[in-house]
């Protein structure tokens, strides 16, 4: 009966310790936060250990696809501390660098995060391929202003991540502040993205006055705008209605 007793104190001991481990962050839009070794910004996922002991996470393995959850394999000595944030960059790369004695380590997985595929899973298992953590990949997409520059078409480009809120915490929330290696407490975060406005006079060249509608199916999202060519912002007009353009007009929405 004490050997019994025993063996099931162990078995939850170590179960605690495992279970502490999780996948607190990911972003497949690394656009500055980030700069690797290699002068790239890859994609890459944030591991937090909400426990207050430290876990060897050698042996362990993360993955992008449910067919194979042991895809890579985080290499041997790499321990997460106490209460501490991990990053493990999607580059495809499937090496450690490490510049120096005293930088840290670049852990670089064997596979990459994807901005237009869908089905798939970020797992997280341990050495003997036990499931720890399955998250269900929602993209997060290089988000753009919607910009009519008549004859021409640009992008701006919005880094986002998907974090819990709070760390360790069961939610996920979107940001446009990736706390990258860092606690996710704090960070202005937002249930998804809305549906892209619609600009109803198309890229081109025009005689006279134009009307310029910009619709918005977000009933209970505020659109804005500018035709100056600047970026909007939170001061930027608010549409009210249609407005007349009778001068080449950079015109840029979001809601």
Request: charged share 20%; net charge negative.
């Amino acid at each position: 009966m004490k050997i019994n007793i025993t063996l099931l104190l162990v078995m939850i001991f170590l179960t605690s310790m495992t279970a502490q481990v999780v996948i607190n962050e990911y972003s497949a839009s690394n656009l500055t936060k980030y700069v690797d070794q290699f002068d790239k910004t890859e994609d890459w996922i944030e591991l937090y250990n909400s426990g207050s002991s430290a876990v060897d996470l050698s042996g362990w393995h993360l993955s992008d696809k449910e067919s194979k959850p042991e895809k890579w394999e985080i290499p041997d000595g790499v321990v997460i501390g106490a209460n501490d944030h991990m990053v493990f960059l999607c580059s495809g790369r499937d090496q450690v660098f490490k510049s120096g004695s005293n930088s840290p380590a670049e852990y670089h997985t064997n596979f990459k995060l994807s901005q237009t595929t869908s089905g798939e899973t970020l797992i997280l298992s341990d050495p003997s391929a036990e499931v720890m953590q399955s998250i269900p990949y929602e993209t997060t997409l290089i988000e753009s202003d919607i910009i009519e520059n008549f004859g021409n078409l640009r992008i701006d480009l919005v880094e986002t991540s998907r974090i819990r809120v709070t760390d360790g915490a069961d939610d996920w929330m979107l940001t446009t502040s990736p706390s990258f290696n860092q606690s996710n407490n704090g960070s202005p975060v937002y249930s998804g993205y809305t549906e892209t406005p619609t600009i109803d006079l198309e890229a081109g060249f025009y005689e006279g006055t134009q009307s310029v509608t910009i619709t918005n199916n977000e009933s209970n999202s505020v659109l804005k705008y500018t035709t100056d060519g600047t970026n909007v912002k939170e001061d930027s007009p608010e549409y009210t209605g249609a407005f007349e353009v009778t001068e080449n007009t950079v015109i840029k929405a979001r809601s």
